[in-house]
């Protein structure tokens, strides 16, 4: 099993900042592959940006309509997962989740319990 707790969601205006947290404990080696997904009101969860990997081998993978705005890292000697989000739109107002999976290009199998996002136009 693996435990993933989430951080740092709030409210901010549009075009600011905030930077998201995942603290991953319990079995994480079987959590190759973290990240982010998102859940506004009466949407479908939906993918955000996934990592895996390390120094030259990391791979990353950002929905189209964040890119270059958002930014996924992960700190390895902590076992934690960052989303630096940039240029907020009030559009992007959701529940946001860390996850875990064993294998790129699997849905996850571990979530966090999500933390809120709130961005004001």
């Known amino acids: 099993q693996v435990q993933l707790v989430e951080s740092g969601g709030g409210l901010v205006q549009a075009g600011g900042s905030l930077r998201l947290s995942c603290a991953a404990s319990g079995s994480i080696f079987v959590a190759r592959v973290m990240g982010w997904y998102r859940q506004a009101p009466g949407k479908q969860r939906e993918l955000v940006a996934i990592?895996?990997?390390?120094?030259?081998?990391?791979?990353?993978r950002y929905a189209d309509s964040v890119k270059g705005r958002f930014t996924i890292f992960k700190d390895n000697d902590n076992n934690s997962v960052y989303l630096q989000m940039n240029s907020l739109k009030p559009e992007e107002t959701a529940v946001y989740y860390c996850?875990?999976?064993?294998?790129?290009?699997?849905?996850?199998?571990?979530w966090g319990q999500g933390t809120q996002v709130t961005v004001s136009s």
């Open positions: 996850s875990a999976a064993r294998l790129w290009g699997t849905d996850p199998e571990y």
């Open positions: 990592i895996s990997g390390g120094g030259t081998m990391r791979i990353t």
